[in-house]
């Protein structure tokens, strides 16, 4: 052979795909769906790349998808007329299982194997699912563009190294073939495999197409015939009418475009029609990504220009706050070759990405209000995963700020619960007479804002508090500054006022009993010096003797805490 070369996969890979092959191994199928979703990939980066290079197309412009078997050999093979990949492509992308963030993923990892599943699902092990079936693959590839003699063969049973050599390949584009482990013969079988591609893989937009099977009464068995046949409906689910498209055919079609292994929580459909045309399926998932918080992570939108993949990731579609988000967006007015540099500028996508937002939160918010207790747990658990991260848009969103108020939930000191049930307008509805300010506690630990000495008056009242201890909360706070006309007010900060709440002989009775503290205050700010701003006599506590405040307008002392944690 030439330039045959033996590599080894890095440390974890072997790892990763030992505990992949053990948890996803009642889910086994799946297999089919991930080769079948990276060969449609394939096909939309050829159909992109096209579109500025017609030659890569050779002289085969017809994209489709090949899967057939072969009993005597025991090989299942799926073979594409797409992108294909170069020697360095391959090492890259198929070498490397482990991609960025492995070590959070291993973390992350539960032991629950349902639970577990859904992150290996997650980290994109797509390709190498083919080994939950297979002790043995092989792929054969050629990038479009390149010549045959550029084709490039990737072996591997899957243990911790790979071969990797040159060969001759006439077809642009890339054939996976799998040697079935031992147990594995009833896959087989032209019904069994067609029966797995309809079910898993019908929204793929390419034909998938499979031999003709017919029955023959020599043999007694199913003979495979010369002739093709399609499998899959091979039109884009999203371009079909809702009632047209059962649920599964929804989920299946989101765990393709979200690399997810469980259903999503909730999805929109909608056309919309009028000055700008376009199509949108957008999925919240159950759970949150284990990388929500990554910096680096991709986004969730694909767009699509007129049925045509033009581009992953556009993170221009949605808002950081909705990166959660998963699903397409399908334009009938943008240019087939627009960029992401032209998405920055364009008003069309401003329109495309107000709308979305107003459907993702008028979703939400049904859930929210709905009296179908189904709904509501809906809702629950979308708060549970996906919280945190809508806190952020009260800061991003200005247009929707009061939408998103309305949505957030609270731990207080109404009850004794840590789950984050109270909303604000539940807080509102039950403020005291004369009370003007939603007060809140902001602290490193939910424990911490519950053992703040700034609460003793508050309890001693009867006032409720809200108790804020989610690294976001101090965010949230310093962007909101009302609700509902009513300020948010930190029972931290400045002389606490409690307003009409305190009656004016109260007031006076304090006013008098702090003249009796003059000297021990003025000593206490000799001793201290530089360290304070001022030793006030205070009337909030009722059990400890002292505590600390920050004035009206500085910072507040847990966001100087988690400033200096962060070494600013
Ligand atoms: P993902 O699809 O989430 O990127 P996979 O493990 O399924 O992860 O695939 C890894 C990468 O291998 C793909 O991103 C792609 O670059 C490459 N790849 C896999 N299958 C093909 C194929 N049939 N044609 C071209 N590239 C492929
Ligand atoms: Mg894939």
């Known amino acids: 052979a030439i330039n045959k070369e033996h590599m080894s996969f890095q440390a974890e890979a072997k790892q990763l795909l030992k505990l992949m092959i053990h948890s996803l191994y009642s889910n086994k199928e799946i297999f089919l769906r991930e080769l079948i979703s990276n060969a449609s990939d394939a096909a939309d980066k050829l159909r992109f790349e096209g579109l500025t290079d017609a030659a890569l197309y050779e002289s085969d412009s017809d994209l489709k998808i090949l899967v057939s078997y072969d009993k005597e050999a025991r090989t299942i093979t799926i073979s594409d007329n797409g992108i294909g990949m170069s020697r360095q492509e391959v090492i890259d992308n198929i070498g490397t299982i482990a ?5 959070e993923f291993f973390n992350s990892l539960t032991g629950d194997q349902a639970k577990d599943a859904h992150l290996i699902g997650q980290f994109g092990v797509g ?9 043995k693959v092989t792929l054969i590839t050629r990038r479009a563009g390149l010549t045959p003699e550029h084709g490039v063969q990737w072996e591997s049973t899957g243990e911790g190294d790979y071969t990797l050599e040159t060969v001759e390949k006439k077809d642009r584009g890339t054939q996976i073939i799998l040697h079935l482990r031992e147990d594995e013969d009833e896959l087989l079988s032209g019904f069994r495999l067609k029966s797995i591609i309809r079910r898993y893989s019908d929204h793929i937009t390419l034909p998938i197409v499979m031999k003709k099977e017919e029955w023959s009464q020599e043999s007694n068995e199913y003979k495979i015939t010369e002739e093709d046949e399609t499998i899959n409906q091979a039109s884009a689910l999203w371009a079909r009418s809702k009632s047209e498209i059962t649920k599964e055919q929804y989920e299946e079609f989101y765990k393709h475009a979200a690399h997810d292994f469980e259903p999503p929580l909730a999805y929109i459909h909608a056309k919309v029609e009028g000055k700008q045309e376009y199509t949108q399926l957008l999925y919240i998932p159950s759970r949150a990504p284990f990388d929500l ?4 992570r991709r986004h969730g939108i694909k767009l699509y220009v007129k049925r045509v993949f033009i581009m992953d990731d556009a993170e221009k579609l949605l808002p950081n706050y909705l990166r959660f988000v998963r699903g397409i967006i399908d ?11 032209i998405l920055q500028e364009s008003k069309d996508i401003d329109n495309i990405r107000a709308g979305s937002v107003k459907k993702i939160l008028g979703l939400i918010e049904d ?36 939408r998103i108020a309305k949505l957030l939930r609270f731990v207080s000191t109404h009850s004794d619960t840590d789950e984050q049930t109270v909303s604000l307008d539940d807080y509102v509805a039950r403020m005291k007479e004369g009370q003007e300010k939603i007060y809140y506690v902001t602290a490193d630990s939910l424990k911490a804002a519950r053992n703040s000495p700034h609460l003793e008056i508050f309890r001693k009242k009867g006032i409720e508090v809200l108790l804020l201890s989610e690294r976001v909360d101090e965010w949230l706070v310093a962007n909101l500054s009302e609700y509902g006309g009513k300020s948010l007010q930190s029972v931290a900060k400045g002389s606490l006022d409690l307003g009409k709440l305190e009656d004016e002989a109260e007031k006076k009775e304090q006013e008098k009993e702090a003249d009796g503290y003059k000297e021990l205050t003025t000593k206490m700010k000799e001793v201290l010096g530089e360290r304070i701003k001022d030793v006030r006599v205070t009337f909030r506590l009722t059990e400890s003797p002292a505590c600390l405040v920050v004035d009206a307008y500085d910072m507040s002392g847990n966001l100087e805490r988690m400033l200096k944690s962060a070494g600013q």
Do not use: C, H
């Not at 918080?293 to 680096?296: G, L, T, V």
């Not at 996906?386 to 800061?395: H, N």
């Open 99 to 103: 991609k960025s963030g492995t070590r």
């Open 127 to 135: 390709f190498y699912s083919a080994f939950i079936v297979a002790d």
């Open 293 to 296: 918080f990554d910096r680096e």
């Open 331 to 341: 334009s009938n007015d943008l240019p087939l070759n627009v960029s992401r540099e």
């Open 367 to 402: 859930f929210a209000s709905s009296d179908k207790e189904e709904d509501r747990d809906k809702f629950t658990t979308f708060w549970k995963e996906f919280g945190q991260v809508l806190k952020e848009g009260v800061g991003e969103d200005y247009a929707n700020r009061e």
